[in-house]
């Protein structure tokens, strides 16, 4: 028996580096025990194969890669989605964004998701309002298994039915020039290409195509927004994430052809949405 065998699984936890949560996470998906079953045999030498998992992910995790990806999966809006390399794993900001659309969309309305990553925004969408139709689109193949893989899980029905759909394409090329929906959501890549914060911490891990957009960070969200008009149906709404320093620019953005131009705050109260309405 090699050493990490030989310890405890509450001791595997104390002794690995990581914060407790992380650690008792990393545990559950490197043993396939529930948490309560840790803590209640923590006491108990852990089985060498699960220690020998364990620390692994401990490892890798303390090297940066995100928690998402060790374990697969990560919580948004209260639902789980698979969460791969592939994918942006989903912000507890992006809720903020979902919540405007729930009070935004009409019922029986139509809704697109630019960039839908692992499916979260769109996914949560058909799941909380039945009567709307939803496209949920991303240039990436990789990205848009994972989302079909979420909705498969989540919401099979209404992939089967067709009242979501997910397209494949570069933002409005997979839209048809009659297409209107009643809501635009987006939450795009906004970081700027050289900002530091993309060679730091998680962020490494992610893929650079869901974070990282021109010299200042606008490039997704501009054409987005110089695409949008043909789409957003009278009296709708577009409504896109981005930095909490980027309010002003995506203002800018929609200056001409959009009337109730607004940032929105997020949870924590930073300027995280910006939404607005065409004039027709
Ligand atoms: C910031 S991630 C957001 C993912 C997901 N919507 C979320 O909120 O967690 C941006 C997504 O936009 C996609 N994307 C980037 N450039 C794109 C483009 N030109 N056309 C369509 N999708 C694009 C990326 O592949 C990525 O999945």
Not at 151 to 163: F, Y
Request: hydrophobic share 45%.
């Amino acid at each position: 028996m090699n050493g990490a065998a030989a310890r405890s699984w509450e001791r595997l936890v104390l002794d690995c580096r990581l914060i407790r949560l992380e650690a008792r996470v990393l545990l559950e998906t490197a043993s396939g025990r529930r948490r309560e079953w840790l803590i209640a045999h923590g006491d108990e030498a852990a089985d060498e194969a699960s220690a020998e998992r364990f620390e692994s992910l401990a490892r890798r995790r303390l090297a940066g890669e995100p928690l998402a990806y060790l374990v697969g999966a990560r919580e948004f809006a209260g639902r789980r989605f698979a969460a791969t390399p592939a994918v942006l794993v989903p912000r507890p900001e992006t809720e903020t964004l979902v919540a405007f659309a729930l009070a935004n969309a009409p019922a029986n309305g139509c809704v697109i998701d630019l960039g839908t990553g692992s499916g979260a925004i769109a996914i949560t969408l058909a799941c909380e309002r039945k009567d709307l139709r939803i496209v949920a689109t991303d240039r990436c193949e990789d990205a848009l298994a994972v989302a079909r893989r979420n909705a498969g899980a989540l919401c099979a029905g209404a992939l089967e039915s067709g009242r979501l759909s997910l397209r494949r394409g570069d933002w409005w090329s997979c839209v048809g020039e009659d297409e209107r929906f009643d809501l635009v959501v987006s939450n795009p890549p906004y970081v700027a290409d050289d900002d530091p914060c993309l060679r730091e911490g998680d962020l490494r891990f992610e893929p650079r195509g869901a974070l990282a957009a021109g010299a200042r960070g606008l490039d997704a969200l501009s054409a987005i927004v110089d695409g949008a008009a043909p789409h957003v149906a009278p009296g709708g709404w577009i409504a896109l994430e981005h930095g909490h320093e980027q309010g002003e620019a995506v203002r800018a953005l929609l200056s001409a052809g959009w009337r109730g131009v607004a940032t929105l705050p997020d949870e924590a109260a930073r300027p995280r949405i910006t939404c607005a309405r065409p004039f027709l």
